[in-house]
């Protein structure tokens, strides 16, 4: 009944739906714009970037290109993964620059009715609130939707940077 | 490897080709220098990569007969039917040889001596076989020159002055031993001091007696392989029987070859085209692209030259040392197609010149020199700005109005002069005026009035004329439509240090004041030197790189505890830790030290170890991240990580703004 539904809406609306890349980080599940996405890879080790916030785990090689690899973990404030060879980099895209987010796995692509997504309530702390763009039950779990612009912020890691 | 043979066969047929038809070319037309060098370079290019896979039957035999062919471009010697014949059966024996090599690996043939042999002969004027359709023996033919009788030479052999694995002179006198049997040989040297030492030079001779029947030109051509440079005389000693010198008696009729055919079709030739321009024109996006093709294929070099250190495979390390050297060439071809004369940007100045002065009512005569200095065109670009405010700098803040300049005793009309010139892999970029100069008080009053300084700080002229680069900072006394907003000097100095360069001023109150930009050639690539610390390694551009030491070898001091100071044979050089900068603790006295240069001033750096020399392509942080203080860019090592490049202008920074040690993990 329920997908029923969203399908209908889907073809009411065709641009109410957008494509989440899911992921997971413990047993929670998150989600960003697959559009913002350009691939996911295996964890690589990446160089230390010396002077970075503890959430920059340094910068990898792209096929020649450098870029940052941030730990989704550290910036949400969690605990460092259990098994760091399991993890995943995602490659995402924001304002014109590419980076990668260390997270736990990688899951599934799903459709979001963009209708169906409420605003997330006052759960985080002041810092890690701003990344919660909003929260969706898609199926059976709840969708927490990630804003990415927030985490890739580079005027604060530049900010940060040049503090230390 | 498995395309790298496959192109080593399309390049080597291509090549035979075309040796095949430059010959039937020559000997319809005749001779005619850019052909007989067109032959030349095949040959060449066929023996080099021969080389390089390890054939070194084929490459011994394609040298000789390029030492042997050495007549037809020297003195023009036209090229008769019969040797045109002699010289298109050994591009035919070389096919033969080079399908065989396929399976067998590195083949030769005693056929390729003896056609040789009947090559020189036909050279030097000698009798020549009766039978011009003399075709090489069989290969399975194995009775050489026996029959001609041994005699004996007196070999005086020079190895090119420079070693290297490809030119080893004992080596090549072993596989001289194949050919002539060691009657005498004596090595004369002069081997200097120690300490005057190069490890690759090569500091003696050989004079070696030997007897073989077989010809001079193939001793030679074995002491001369893949050796530019190396001399080889050649005198025969006695000559006891000089009858039967010339060629085999023998005269083949058949041959296993399936090449051999004893008469060749001459077919006609496309005449090689002479017609050609002097230069193309090529968008520079393909350029570009060509070019980064080139970085990426330095650093899939890198990463073969970190393997080789793996393999035993000697056929394989060769093939690396060869391509590395190939892709070293190639990357400095490409880079030079890049560059472009600086006069490109300097041809923009009369005009603006012209105008700024007139636009001030100043006489300002420009003085361009070195136009033809060429450098990258990206870094031509970058440059563009900062020069654009140089030069109306000087006009605006340096060049005084006609009058004040002739109440001072100078001519009405001020000179700017904008100088390029190249020295020691840098470019240098001289803006000068010979006006009013810069007066260090004014700044000084300045700085105090903007809060840098308190009212009786006396600090160096250095730091005085640093405060010019600052942001905010402008002397003007009004705020002219040209300049002295205080954003053009702080751009300057970025722009310049963005291309890993350094600005300096040099100036006396109303005799002038000269900027002078330093500049890399290039941007893309460079030489760097790998530091290790942990297990990170990092890379310290190599021109700066004086020398190294080992820290506990040097006496250390602290003045006031807020920075170290080493003695480096006497003088006192200031001490920066790699592992304070990347916010690590210290490690002990196991560290060793380099020795930093930039514009005659020296810093002491300490590093865990050192990894090694490599050629490193600079790639850039901020293009998706963040400019790090303290690095240039970084590159991508051989095993794909990446590593970060130390920027030196900035470390000699950190030196002149030293806080307390202990500030040290971060």
């Known amino acids: 009944m329920q997908t029923q539904l969203s399908e209908n809406v889907q073809i009411a609306s065709e641009s109410a739906v957008e494509k989440y890349l899911v992921f997971q980080i413990g047993s929670e599940s998150y989600g960003i714009p697959l559009l913002q996405v350009q691939e996911i890879r295996t964890y690589t080790p990446a160089t230390r970037v010396p002077g970075a916030p503890p959430y920059v785990l340094g910068v990898i090689n792209l096929r020649g290109n450098i870029i940052a690899v941030l730990d989704a973990r550290a910036r949400f404030g969690l605990a460092p993964p259990p098994d760091e060879q399991a993890t995943v980099i995602v490659v995402a895209q924001v304002g014109g620059k590419t980076f990668g987010l260390r997270v736990d796995s990688v899951s599934d692509v799903v459709d979001v009715p963009l209708s169906e997504v409420q605003p997330p309530p006052a759960v985080a702390s002041e810092q890690t609130q701003r990344f919660l763009s909003g929260l969706v039950q898609v199926d059976e779990c709840v969708l927490i939707l990630i804003n990415l612009s927030e985490i890739f912020d580079l005027a604060e890691i530049s900010r940060l940077a040049s503090a230390a | ?666």
């Open chain 2, 1 to 666: 490897m498995e395309n790298l043979v496959h192109l080593f066969y399309d390049e080597a047929y291509e090549m035979l080709e075309g040796m095949e038809q430059v010959l039937l070319s020559l000997e319809e037309r005749g001779h005619d220098p850019e052909t007989v060098n067109a032959l030349f370079r095949y040959a060449h290019s066929f023996k080099g990569n021969s080389a390089a896979m390890g054939f070194t039957q084929l490459s011994r035999f394609t040298h000789g007969l390029e030492s042997a062919m050495e007549s037809l471009r020297r003195e023009g010697r036209p090229l008769t039917p019969e040797l045109a014949t002699l010289l298109l059966q050994a591009v035919d024996l070389i096919r033969a040889l080079l399908e065989r090599t396929r399976t067998e690996g590195d083949v030769g043939d005693p056929a390729c001596d003896l056609l040789l042999s009947q090559i020189q002969a036909v050279l030097s004027g000698a009798p020549t076989p009766h039978d011009s359709n003399t075709l090489p023996p069989s290969f399975a033919q194995s009775e050489t020159s026996a029959e001609r009788a041994a005699r004996r030479y007196r070999v005086v052999y020079h190895p090119a002055p420079t070693l290297s694995p490809e030119h080893d002179p004992l080596a090549l006198l072993r596989e001289l031993e194949e050919y002539a049997q060691f009657i005498h040989c004596r090595f004369h040297h002069q081997i200097p001091p120690l300490n005057a030492l190069k490890p690759d030079a090569c500091y003696g001779h050989w004079e070696l007696t030997v007897e073989t029947a077989f010809e001079p030109a193939i001793l030679r051509a074995v002491l001369e392989l893949s050796a530019e440079g190396a001399t080889v005389q050649i005198e025969e000693e006695s000559a006891p029987s000089p009858t039967s010198l010339s060629a085999p008696d023998r005269s083949q009729t058949a041959s296993d070859s399936d090449q051999g055919a004893p008469v060749r079709t001459v077919q006609a030739v496309s005449a090689p085209v002479k017609s050609e321009s002097q230069s193309i024109r090529v968008a520079t996006e393909k350029v570009d692209a060509l070019f980064n093709l080139v970085s990426e294929i330095v650093i899939a070099q890198s990463m073969l030259s970190s393997a080789q250190a793996e393999t035993t495979h000697e056929r394989l390390r060769y093939a690396i040392t060869q391509m590395e050297r190939h892709v070293r060439e190639l990357h400095e071809r490409v880079m030079a197609i890049r560059l472009l004369p600086i006069g490109h940007l300097f041809n923009r100045f009369p005009r603006m010149v012209r105008d700024t002065a007139h636009q001030l009512g100043k006489k300002v005569n420009l003085i361009i020199e070195g136009e033809e200095t060429e450098l990258d065109r990206t870094l031509l670009e970058l440059l563009s700005d900062p020069l654009t405010h140089l030069v109306r700098n000087a006009i605006d803040h340096g060049i005084e109005p006609p009058e004040e300049r002739r109440a001072c005793g100078k001519p009405e009309t001020g000179t700017l002069l904008l100088r390029a010139a190249q020295s020691e892999g840098r470019i240098y970029i001289e803006v000068s005026d010979d006006g009013r100069g810069i007066d260090p008080e004014r700044i000084r009053q300045k700085a105090i009035q903007l809060g840098w300084l308190s009212e009786n700080e006396q600090p160096s002229l250095e730091t005085l004329y640093d405060f010019i680069f600052r942001p905010g900072f402008s002397t003007a006394q009004q705020v002219s439509d040209l300049s002295g907003r205080g954003v053009g000097m702080e751009v300057v100095k970025r722009n310049v240090e963005q291309l890993g360069g350094a600005v300096s001023i040099y100036s006396a109150i109303g005799q002038g004041t000269r900027f002078t930009l330093k500049v890399p050639l290039t941007l893309a690539i460079m030489d760097g030197l790998g530091l290790r610390v942990d297990e990170e390694q990092y890379i310290v551009p190599l021109t700066a790189v004086l020398e190294a030491f080992r820290l506990s070898d040097l006496s250390r001091s602290a003045p006031f505890e807020r920075g170290e100071i080493v003695n480096v044979r006497g003088r006192f050089i200031p001490l920066i830790r790699l592992r304070h900068i990347i916010g690590l603790p210290d490690k002990g006295e196991s560290e060793l030290v380099l020795i930093l240069e930039q514009e005659g001033q020296q810093i002491a750096l300490a590093v865990d170890s050192i990894v090694g020399q490599q050629q490193v392509v600079l790639k850039s942080l901020e293009e998706n991240f963040l400019r790090v203080p303290g690095f240039a860019g970084a590159t991508i090592l051989g095993d794909g990580r990446v590593a970060l490049i130390l920027d030196v202008a900035e470390l000699f920074r950190l030196t002149q703004h030293r806080e307390p040690i202990s500030r040290s993990a971060a």
